[in-house]
Structure formats: structure tokens, C-alpha cells
């Protein structure tokens, strides 16, 4: 089937990982986020969909393993849809968590449960396009409107570096004036509420799925969360992987991970390389 040959982690707990997941598939979760590592970064968000190869792998990956999961800032309902996880073959038991675990959707039901949003994000909301206006190089700035979060997008702005780092500080007040937090990402900067974090929903899912081995990929700063998880999850004898998708926008990730693959192309590449292997 797959032809691509499965990547050697260059840790030895990358490999310790590698090599539970082999043996035991069946106690295995394997995590993803969703932008950037199952599908490509583009520069209006609403566009993004999964890589053409992502669904088909993990219809072939996912039967075997105890969960695959999505956990992703985004809504829940938003990440099934681009994703086309609702009506896949062999997805019949995949989560998405969506603004960080506080919004779940199980392939069983085809519901999403949530809790009521953090009334700060709708005050934050409302403010925000006069804050990006009172900033010079924030033009060309875009709002993306996540319901339990908001955030502003500066990869279409003429200097997009620059108006990243001129945003931060103004949307770091704003955040603390409505109780909540920023997160920076690639290009954005994301408002939700405090406590909400993939690494959290990470670990409650591993604990939740009585899971004996994890793997997590990741492209993002908001997955270094996840990957501290994975490593405390190590340090309590459940072993585990850290696969980074691509290298060249955020360097700490790659530089932590125990494998860095191509983008969603490479980690298409990895699960279809992991599903060969298991199959035998």
C-alpha cells in the first residue's frame, strides 16, 4: 500500500514512542491540529481545507488505534466540515476538540457539545476592529470571528511580520480588559479565555481513553502546549511521539520535536507510512 518509508525520530523517546505504537496500535490516541499540519496555511482562513491525502490516511490509520483526535483552536463544527471528517469511511470513532478541548464533536453522534463562551470574547470582539485601526502597520489586517475566541490575522497586512509584532501588545490590553488571553500563532494572534489549551485537552483525552501510547503533530506556537503535555506524559511512563509539520516559520517546534515531516503533505506521508507498517 503506502510507499513512503516511516521516519526514524531522532530522540530516544521519539523512538520509545515510535516503537509502542507499533507494537500496541491498539492503545494508541494519535492527535493532530488541524491548520498547518492537516491542512495548509492559507491566507484567508475560511479557505483552508484538509490536504486531498489527509482523509484517506486516516481512514486507513484510525481503525487501528485505541482514537485518532483533531484538537484545534478552531470551533469544532468548522474543523469537521473542512476537513470532510462527518461522512468518511473508517472515521467512525474520531474526535474533534475544538477552542482547545472546550468544544467536543464525536463522529458517533455527530454533535457538538460545548459549554456556554466566556462573555469577555464578544466585549473583545466588538473593540477589536478599532484596535487594529489605531494601528498604523496593522492595515490590511483581518478578523476571523471564532465564537469562543477572536482573532486578528496579519498575513494579508503589507509588512505582515511587522504588524504582528505591533499588535501584540494593544490586543495583550484589550485581552487583560476582558479576562482573557492572547495567543500567537503563525501570523495571528488569538483572544479566548484563560485555561483553554491543547495541551490540557491532550492530556484529559489520553486519561480519558486510558490511552497506553500518544502521538501529537503540530505546525504551531499554540502546540507547544501539547508537545510540554506529551512530555509529561513520558515522564509518567506513557510513551510518546512529537512529529513537527514543516520547519521554517516556527523553529522551536521543530527544534522539539522528535520528528519534522513536509507540512500536511509530510504528515499525510507519516500516517500513511504508520498505517503500512502496522498492517505488516
Do not use: N
Not at 525520530?9 to 494519535?30: F, S
Not at 470532510?84 to 470513532?93: I, K, N
Not at 500563532?185 to 485537552?201: C, F, H, T
Request: aromatic share 4%; glycine share 12%; charged share 25%.
Amino acid at each position: 500500500m503506502g510507499s513512503h518509508p516511516l521516519p526514524v525520530p531522532t530522540t530516544a523517546a521519539g523512538r520509545e514512542g515510535l516503537a509502542a505504537i507499533l507494537q500496541r496500535p491498539a492503545e494508541a490516541v494519535v492527535a493532530f491540529d488541524f491548520d498547518g499540519t492537516l491542512a495548509d496555511i492559507v491566507p484567508d482562513p475560511d479557505q483552508a481545507r484538509a490536504h486531498p491525502g489527509a482523509v484517506p490516511a486516516l481512514s486507513r490509520l484510525a481503525p487501528r488505534l485505541r482514537s485518532a483526535a483533531v484538537i484545534t483552536g478552531r470551533p469544532a463544527a468548522l474543523a469537521v466540515e473542512y476537513g470532510g471528517f462527518a461522512e468518511a469511511a473508517g472515521l467512525d470513532h474520531l474526535v474533534v476538540l475544538g477552542h482547545y478541548g472546550a468544544e467536543r464533536w464525536d463522529a458517533a453522534g455527530r454533535e457538538v457539545s460545548a459549554p456556554p463562551p466566556h462573555p469577555g470574547v464578544a466585549a473583545a470582539q466588538a473593540e477589536l476592529p478599532d484596535v487594529l485601526a489605531s494601528v498604523g502597520e496593522a492595515r490590511g489586517a483581518t478578523v476571523e470571528e471564532k465564537g469562543r475566541a477572536v482573532a486578528a490575522h496579519t498575513r494579508r497586512a503589507a509588512d505582515p511580520r511587522g504588524a504582528f509584532e505591533a499588535l501584540r501588545e494593544p490586543l495583550r490590553r484589550l485581552a487583560e480588559r476582558h479576562g482573557l488571553i492572547v495567543e500567537p500563532g503563525r501570523l495571528v494572534l488569538e483572544l479566548r479565555p484563560p485555561g483553554m489549551d491543547k495541551g490540557v485537552a491532550l492530556t484529559e483525552y489520553v486519561r480519558e481513553t486510558g490511552a497506553g501510547a500518544v502521538l501529537y503533530a503540530g505546525d504551531d506556537l499554540g502546540d507547544l502546549a501539547a508537545f510540554a503535555a506529551v512530555d509529561r506524559l513520558r515522564s509518567r511512563g506513557v510513551p510518546g511521539v512529537l512529529v513537527c509539520s514543516g520547519s521554517a516559520e516556527v523553529t522551536e517546534l521543530a527544534r522539539r520535536a522528535d520528528v519534522v515531516v513536509d507540512g500536511p503533505a509530510g504528515v499525510v506521508d507519516l500516517l500513511t507510512a504508520l498505517a503500512g507498517a502496522i498492517e505488516g
